[in-house]
């Protein structure tokens, strides 16, 4: 092991520098996570629903479920296009005629707390007339452990 010194023979010359400098790579990184972590909240936005709250467990999904979602003043929205009363069963057969391994997809309905009961039951009829059965109603998780 030599410490470069400088010698006699190679006096004023210096050793090839072999060390990677890894600043810029760190600055990069770090401007790359900055962005991933403002852009992430921005890309789980939809339809903004008052969620009511429920103490129940969240469940496992091994398929992307279709959301349904209806606001407080009584939209009805297929992931983020509005569908109206009139069309609402041609877009469900058309969802449950996606099925796999004889499954229908998963059905996510988010409706606003302040909404009519009414309302939502309506939604979830059509649901079963198109044989979409695997329906599961999104809640808020209850902080009050």
């Known amino acids: 092991m030599s410490m470069n010194l400088p010698s006699q023979r190679g006096r004023g010359r210096r050793a090839p520098m072999a060390d990677i400098n ?5 600055d990069v990184m770090l401007v790359l996570l900055i962005i991933f972590m403002v852009t992430a909240p921005l890309l789980t936005a939809g339809v903004p629903v008052n969620l009511p709250d429920s103490r ?9 479920p279709v ?3 209806l606001d407080a003043s009584g939209k009805m929205y297929v992931e983020d296009q509005e569908v109206t009363d009139a069309i609402l069963p041609d877009v469900l057969q058309q969802i449950a005629a996606k099925t796999e ?4 997809p998963q059905v996510f309905l988010r409706a606003d707390r ?13 649901l079963n007339l198109a044989g979409l059965n695997r329906v ?3 809640t808020v998780g209850d902080e009050r452990k």
Do not use: C, F, N
Not at 22 to 26: D, H, I, N, R, S
Not at 101 to 104: I, L, N, R
Not at 114 to 126: A, C, I, N
């Open 101 to 104: 391994a004889g499954k229908p």
């Open 136 to 138: 599961s109603l999104i």
């Open 114 to 126: 302040t909404l009519d009961y009414g309302r939502v039951m309506r939604v979830m009829g059509e």
């Open 67 to 69: 959301q349904i979602s």
């Open 56 to 64: 129940a467990k969240a469940l496992d999904q091994d398929q992307a």
């Open 22 to 26: 890894v600043t810029p790579l760190v």
